[in-house]
């Protein structure tokens, strides 16, 4: 026991000392079965890492937490490309580092495991902050199971630390390793998220939309709602679109005559944080489909970069103006 806690390869040592425990000449067996069966499980935790990674990328470029490019589907797959070729950027260059020793590896499998950990001890932890408010709170579900899912989380991060103070030999050195790719991580993380929230806060777009006037009171209602807008221009206007200002059934009569129909332009500055909201309640009210497909000729919605403003009153610039 005391040569296996001081081995390159404990977690091998044990385990062979374990099967020869119970059976004479059976520890080897087992030793390498299970190195197989890690090294299948290796293997399939990068892909479903990676598959995760995509996604969860993916989804925070369309909520623009990552740049927006990270975000965008390929034409005819439907895929993330973008994301997809960065991963597999990333996961090539950590790779051919790990590849060189297998202390490397491991630390970086160790790392590999342990931001898995952290994701999904955030994610249970979310669940139980998005549901405990909501109508469909199951206590099992949203309760119960997440929190089991947290406390399981952080027994396996606690063990990685744990393996990084008290380990020997090898084992200390990989989980070193995974600790300093996994603090220089969330360094990088930290400054881009702070860079991004100044950036947001203090930022302004203005929010161009083009609906029909009908639709203006639903529009303005869903905004006051959510106290997104303090504010707004609405300005009688005319223009076409695709459809050279055809109704929908209207039929082509291939003389190319454009027709300019009467529309609202509603213009609002809001924080660079409230542009996604706003432009999903501004879709949802001018939409004149009851379905949510909407119809030809609702509109059309312009994000523009608003530098700077000024209250004329007071003098207030920026953010404090609008």
């Not at 993380?189 to 702070?194: C, D, E, H």
Request: glycine share 10%.
């Amino acid at each position: 026991m005391a040569a296996a806690a001081a081995s390159s390869a404990p977690m091998g040592d044990m385990t062979k000392l374990l099967g020869d425990a119970l059976i004479p000449g059976f520890g080897f067996g087992l030793m390498i079965t299970m190195a197989i069966t890690v090294a299948i499980a290796v293997v399939g935790t990068t892909l479903s890492c990676m598959n995760t990674a995509i996604r969860i990328s993916c989804g925070m470029a369309e909520d623009r937490e990552l740049p927006r490019v990270m975000s965008f589907m390929h034409d005819r797959h439907a895929t993330p490309h973008i994301a997809l070729g960065l991963l597999i950027l990333v996961t090539s260059a950590i790779a051919a580092i790990g590849v060189r020793n297998v202390v490397g590896l491991t630390g970086i499998t160790l790392a590999s495991n342990f931001g898995t950990f952290v994701l999904y001890g955030l994610t249970c932890a979310w669940t139980v902050v998005a549901f405990k408010k909501r109508e469909d709170f199951n206590i099992l579900k949203h309760g119960i199971v997440p929190v089991a899912g947290v406390l399981t989380n952080a027994a396996m991060l606690a063990a990685i630390l744990c393996l990084g103070i008290i380990g020997g030999g090898d084992s200390k050195t990989e989980a070193l390793i995974c600790l300093i790719i996994a603090g220089a991580w969330l360094l990088v993380s930290l400054v881009y998220v702070a860079a991004t929230t100044v950036r947001k806060t203090y930022s302004m777009k203005m929010v161009s939309c083009m609906i029909r006037p009908e639709q203006l009171q639903i529009v303005v209602e869903a905004l006051k709602d959510e106290d997104l807008v303090m504010g707004m221009t609405v300005t009688k206007v005319k223009g076409f679109g695709r459809q050279k200002g055809r109704a929908d059934g209207d039929p082509d009569d291939g003389d190319g005559r454009i027709t300019f129909v009467s529309k609202l332009r509603v213009d609002l500055v809001v924080k660079d944080w409230d542009v996604p909201r706003v432009m999903d309640l501004v879709g949802e009210g001018a939409r004149t489909d009851i379905t949510g497909n909407g119809n030809v000729g609702d509109g059309k919605i312009f994000v523009i970069d608003a530098s700077d403003a000024m209250r004329i009153r007071t003098g207030e610039k920026g953010v404090k103006a609008i």
